[in-house]
Every structure is written in C-alpha cells, then in structure tokens.
C-alpha cells in the first residue's frame, strides 16, 4: 500500500462547503475522508455521494449499536451509499457484527457493489481502565485485554477490522493476523500540536506497530499549508 493511502483525513467541520473544499484540495494527499457524526447529521448522507463524485473516497464513522437486525439494515444503507470503511461498536455483541458481515456482503454482491471494509470499535481511547472497571462493568480486565478480545470476536463474525488506540495495535495485530484492518487515531507528527489528544504516537510509530491506517484531522487541516502538511507525513511514512 502506499503510503498515501493510509491516511484518513477526518473532515470534523459543519458544513458541506468545508468538507468539499478540504476534499478537493486534499484528495490527491490522502487515501481517504472520514466523515462522523457532526458532519453526516448536519448535512445528511448525500455528503458521502458528493465526496465519491470529487474522486475522495470515504469512511462513515457512525459507529452503530444496536439490535443485530437494525445495525444490518444500517450496514445495508452504507454498501448503497458507496462508502469505503464504516464502523459498529464491539460491544454491539458477536451475533450483530455476524448478521452485519453477513448482510453486507449479500447486499454487495446483489447490487454488484464492492462490500464496503466493515470495522468494529474496540474500547475508545477516552475510556480509562477506572471507567471500564466501575462503570462499564467489566471487571478484571485491562483495558488492552478487552480491546484484543473484542478484535478476536469481531474477526470470528466476518467483520474486517478494527478502530483501536495505538496502544493496542501490537496485540490485536499478533492475535488477529496481518489480513485484518487495523485503523487508529491519536496520531501526531512530532511538528504538530497535541490539541486534546493524550495517548499519541507519530505517524510512523503507529506504521511500525502495525497499523494499516492512520485516521488524522488537526495536524493537516489547521496546519498553514494543509497540502504541504499531508505531504510531509506521507515522507516520513516512506523514509
Ligand atoms: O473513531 C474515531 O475516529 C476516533 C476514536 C477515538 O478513540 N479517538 C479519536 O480521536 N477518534 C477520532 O479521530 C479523529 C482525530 O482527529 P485529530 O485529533 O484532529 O487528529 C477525530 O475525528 C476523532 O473523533
């Protein structure tokens, strides 16, 4: 893959005008446009359709839990819609990431489509080990001991990867094999600023832990020179 590729920039801004500027002046520099919850509720999901058209493709971070029924007819919606990546909590349970999996390569192949690459969110990077324990319930685990057995349950349901903190990458890389996605946020180059991201690692760590992809919004949109930002992580990627 090159390293261009591995690059998702994530278009956390309101408007469709903002996200279409950043797709055309970004989509020759990045391998693909994550567009959340912010965004696809303020503009609606003609904005994955308009992003296709400019040449970008795109991650829907939705990140679905629900009924398996339901999360299947949603991840029915995503393979029309043409999206690149869309992901489901693991916590969604192995049955709904089964029937998901399942319904989306049926809906794929009816239509003549190519299944979108199916991700699973492990634990989120703002979830401490205190939280996980005290409120989530889940007791006498790690943080990382949870995230690398929910990678294994979703890799069991036919769902293609994985959402994980840096941290992680290594022990879900080891226990779930080199073909399984592996995509993570929290990355900074060493020139750009932390914002409110704790738990960073520079773009190649995270390639020399494993990672497939890499999802990164500040360091290149609110750098001086968004291009040039972008282009400067994709050499360090290769040097
Ligand atoms: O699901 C995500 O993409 C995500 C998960 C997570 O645990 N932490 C995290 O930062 N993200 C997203 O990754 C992106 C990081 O953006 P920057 O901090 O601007 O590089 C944002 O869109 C976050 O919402």
């Keep these: 893959m090159q390293a261009k590729e591995r690059i998702i920039l994530a278009l956390d801004v309101a408007t469709r005008e903002e996200a279409l500027q950043l797709v055309k002046e970004l989509k020759d520099h990045v391998g693909a446009f994550k567009i959340g919850m912010q965004l696809f509720n303020s503009t609606g999901p003609d904005i994955v359709k308009a992003v296709n058209d400019l040449g970008g493709r795109v991650f829907v971070d939705l990140k679905f839990h629900d009924i398996p029924n339901t999360v299947a007819e949603a991840g029915k919606v995503m393979t029309r819609l043409g999206c690149y990546m869309f992901n489901v909590h693991a916590a969604g349970g192995r049955e709904m990431m089964r029937k998901l999996a399942e319904e989306v390569e049926k809906e794929a192949q009816n239509l003549g489509l190519i299944p979108p690459i199916t991700l699973a969110v492990?634990?989120?990077?703002?979830?401490?080990?205190?939280?996980?324990?005290?409120?989530?319930?889940?007791?006498?685990?790690?943080?990382?001991?949870?995230?690398?057995?929910?990678?294994?349950?979703?890799?069991?349901?036919?769902?293609?990867?994985?959402?994980?903190?840096?941290?992680?990458?290594?022990?879900?890389?080891?226990?779930?094999?080199?073909?399984?996605?592996?995509?993570?946020?929290?990355?900074?180059?060493?020139?750009?600023?932390?914002?409110?991201?704790?738990?960073?690692?520079?773009?190649?760590?995270?390639?020399?832990?494993?990672?497939?992809?890499?999802?990164?919004?500040?360091?290149?949109?609110?750098?001086?020179?968004?291009?040039?930002?972008?282009?400067?992580?994709?050499?360090?990627l290769e040097g």
Excluded at 133 to 138: G, K, N, R, Y
Excluded at 184 to 194: D, F, H, L, Q, V
Excluded at 212 to 232: C, F, L
């Design 122 to 236: 492990t634990v989120l990077t703002s979830i401490s080990q205190r939280e996980l324990e005290e409120d989530m319930l889940i007791k006498g685990l790690q943080v990382e001991e949870v995230a690398v057995r929910w990678a294994v349950m979703a890799k069991e349901a036919g769902i293609k990867g994985v959402v994980c903190s840096p941290h992680e990458i290594r022990a879900i890389r080891e226990a779930c094999g080199p073909d399984f996605k592996i995509v993570t946020p929290g990355i900074r180059p060493a020139w750009s600023e932390k914002n409110d991201q704790k738990r960073i690692t520079t773009p190649k760590e995270a390639l020399e832990l494993g990672a497939d992809y890499m999802v990164i919004g500040r360091p290149i949109t609110k750098a001086d020179n968004p291009k040039e930002a972008a282009q400067k992580i994709i050499k360090e």
